[in-house]
């Protein structure tokens, strides 16, 4: 049987290379999901909270909800930064199945 990882795993890979980009580390510290619906598409809302460490991550949180994230199986419908300090960072995800 073959292992894959769940999407909430496979945001956090790209958001991890996304912030390598910028020359910062991100670790989860949290993850909050919810099922999402609508008349053609389902996925999740996901509240994710991350510690940010290398440096200012003013550039990269501003960038990022613009940013296409590679997510297997999954599109990155919306993203917000609901809310950001020098270290740590909350964010709003919706995350829908392709």
Do not use: K, N, Y
Not at 1 to 18: E, G, N
Not at 33 to 40: F, G, N
Not at 46 to 57: F, N, R
């Amino acid at each position: 049987m073959i292992h894959r990882p769940d999407p909430q795993h496979r945001l956090h890979r790209a958001l991890v290379a996304s912030a390598a980009c910028h020359g910062l580390t991100v670790r989860m510290l949290t993850t909050h999901e919810r099922p999402w619906s609508s008349a053609t598409f389902t996925g999740c809302r996901l509240t994710l909270d991350v510690a940010i460490a290398g440096g200012d991550p003013a550039d990269w949180l501003a960038a990022l909800p613009e940013e296409d994230l590679p997510v297997p199986g999954r599109l990155v419908a919306d993203l917000v930064v609901t809310h950001a300090s020098a270290a740590r960072a909350t964010l709003a995800v919706l995350l829908l199945e392709s």
